[in-house]
């Protein structure tokens, strides 16, 4: 059992990764950001082997007031036993017209986190896939699949939560054209 002193310094080590990532992400209101969280790896634990609902809960005290505050919607990715499914709330899956599936996620089955985000929104749903504008991978939870091309990596002012590294990304335009075509650089 994790304690109240390691869980606040999660809480704060989300906080600041998700500070960090929206810093240079470039999002507009209502874009969704990913998040896929391996509490697992958090605690020092291959992926899957020791889910911790205390430390997902953590994470998302950490992360949600930050994405909330910036007009944003939080896609949380469920582990690969529930296929990398999202959970979202019903009028964010409705709003970009992504159909739910039947699933409700599990520490287990699903992840801690992804379990941790059903419990907290008002009316969460799964669905299959997102197109994200901005992600953050905390322990190697494979989010690539649910952000928009072209993904940019962002460099994060912390590496890890807990013990797990964390990754973020970005999104832009892809560029198109060639050695002659003038880009727009507000949007690079």
Known sequence: MATEVFLSKIEQQAREA????????????????VVGCSSSEILGSKIGTASSPETAQ????????????HELELAAQCCEHLNRALIVEQDTAERFGYGPVNV??????????????WET?????????VRASAGLDIGGTLIGMHLKHVAVPVRLS???IGEAIIL???VRPKFVGGSRAVYDAALQ
């Open 104 to 117: 409700i996620p599990a520490p287990k089955a699903g992840g801690s986190f992804a379990t941790a985000v």
């Open 168 to 170: 973020a990304a970005r």
């Open 18 to 33: 998700m500070e960090s990532l929206l810093a240079q992400a470039k999002c507009k209101p209502y874009d969704l950001v």
């Open 158 to 160: 912390c590496k890890q």
């Open 121 to 129: 929104f008002s009316h969460p749903v799964a669905v299959e896939f």
């Open 58 to 69: 953590a994470v998302l005290r950490g992360i949600l007031p930050v994405i909330k505050a």
